[in-house]
């Protein structure tokens, strides 16, 4: 077991809706990265942070925005939500920014109908 | 930038064959590369990585792979396929300016024959 988890791990939206996706960190880190992974391929980087300031962000738009807490747990959050929003939202938790010993969650799976 | 190739959507393979899962890296800067493996509907579990430490790097479950920076690749290999094998396989590197992101190949679905 990781000791990364994440809440809800299934959740079915209307399109236009918000969501907010959990993660907890595995403990001893201080940096989390999430992660969307469409079915059928491979997952592609939303953001990272670390001590709870934004360190580093994919090619998502700006509705697609995190928080990380002082104890590291952090939130996914993504507005007016899209039909090619669904797919598994992983959350990665790590030591340091170099992701040498990041472990994964087992997901959340969004689908947005 | 840094990507990552995986050569192959699916390989099948028998139970008690040879399994080589094909990798292919682009990096201007010395990578970090691992091998993850994702079982239906659950997270990703990460098999081994390579740090520029070993070039042979043993992971879990009798799985290894070799990183050949003369062919900029990272196949992954286990002598003997076990039925359990069966699952989606993603090679992956960071490193240098992409440090704070992992990126994804498109995956290989492994298939095990009886």
């Known amino acids: 077991e990781t000791g990364v988890t994440q809440s809800p791990t299934h959740l079915i939206k209307t399109r236009g809706q918000q969501v907010t996706l959990r993660c907890s960190s595995q403990?001893?880190?201080?940096?989390v990265s999430w992660y969307q992974q469409a079915l059928g391929q491979g997952p592609q980087f939303i953001f990272q942070?670390?001590?709870?300031?934004?360190?580093g962000r994919g090619n998502f738009p700006p509705r697609f925005s995190g928080l990380q807490f002082p104890n590291y747990s952090s939130e996914l959050n993504v507005n007016a939500l899209e039909l090619d929003d669904s797919a598994l939202y992983l959350c990665?938790?790590?030591?340091?920014?170099?992701?040498?010993?990041?472990?994964f969650g087992q997901g959340t799976r969004l689908t947005v109908v | 930038a840094q990507s990552v190739t995986q050569l192959g959507s699916h390989v099948s393979v028998s139970e008690g064959a040879l399994v080589l899962l094909r990798c292919n890296y682009s990096s201007s800067v010395p990578p970090y590369l691992f091998w993850y493996v994702q079982y239906p509907n659950q997270g990703l579990q990460l098999l081994l990585k390579?740090?520029?430490?070993?070039?042979l790097v043993k992971g879990i479950n009798g799985f290894e792979a070799e990183f050949k920076k003369s062919e900029t690749s990272f196949h992954l290999t286990k002598p003997s396929a076990h039925m359990s094998d069966a699952a989606e396989y993603f090679c992956a590197v960071t490193g240098g300016s992409s440090a704070s992101k992992i990126i994804f190949g498109s995956g290989t679905r492994l298939s095990i024959r009886p």
């Open positions: 390579y740090t520029s430490a070993a070039t």
């Open positions: 403990s001893g880190h201080n940096t």
């Open positions: 990665a938790s790590s030591t340091r920014q170099g992701n040498t010993e990041a472990f």
């Open positions: 942070y670390y001590r709870e300031e934004e360190n």
